[in-house]
């Protein structure tokens, strides 16, 4: 398949994005809410796209360079989006509070402390042995690097976004309410090209290598 393409899928998914973007800032409250909610429809979209991503890697994990932590990283996500990082804890694993509050039992910290540690050896590990490899990928403008970096630069911007009208408010800078349901809406409506560029990437790295 023509590199081309999947450069063309990118850029439609973007496009993709920001129209939709614009389609909620301009709907009602209802429909707006409705979509971007907790557990709604842009965040359920997420979740299955992420699954779907992990599928895929492990049908081609041939060809995908340490495909188990792979699998791992894109079904973390998907549980996150699920909010599974507090669904069964008493406050956020994601939270430094959940681990010198006394209101969480040491149990929780324990198992906490677990999946922190083996996230970010798998995040660590996957870096150390692949970051000057993608570099270069990218470089040569690959079509499986160039879907994971624009991923990965999603994930900054949404988490960026993500509260954003209150971080700035910690420093005394107040965002309007329409700039702060936009900020809302592209954080949301942008989490969901992260599976989809990921996605794109793996069937890239299956037609390519």
Excluded: C, W
């Amino acid at each position: 398949m023509n590199n081309k393409i999947y450069y063309r899928l990118y850029g439609l998914i973007l496009t993709g994005l920001v129209i939709v973007t614009i389609f909620l800032q301009s709907a009602s409250v209802a429909l707006k809410d409705s979509i971007i909610k907790e557990g709604g429809v842009i965040e359920s979209l997420s979740a299955i796209g992420y699954f779907a991503g992990a599928i895929l890697a492990i049908l081609i994990k041939r060809k995908i360079p340490h495909p188990t932590h792979v699998i791992f990283i894109l079904v973390l996500l998907g549980l996150r989006e699920l909010d599974f990082h507090n669904r069964f804890t008493t406050m956020s694993l994601s939270k430094i509070t959940f681990y010198v509050s006394s209101e969480v039992p040491l149990l929780e910290k324990m198992i906490g402390v677990a999946i922190v540690s083996l996230v970010l050896y798998v995040i660590v590990h996957l870096a150390k042995t692949h970051f000057h490899g993608f570099i270069s990928a990218v470089k040569k403008r690959e079509p499986s690097a160039i879907g994971v970096g624009v991923g990965i630069l999603l994930i900054f911007l949404t988490k960026i976004l993500d509260g954003l009208s209150r971080k700035l408010a910690s420093v005394g800078v107040t965002l309007s309410n329409n700039m702060e349901q936009l900020t809302e809406i592209i954080e949301e409506v942008f989490e969901l090209g992260i599976p989809m560029m990921f996605i794109i990437a793996i069937v890239a790295r299956f037609r390519t290598v």
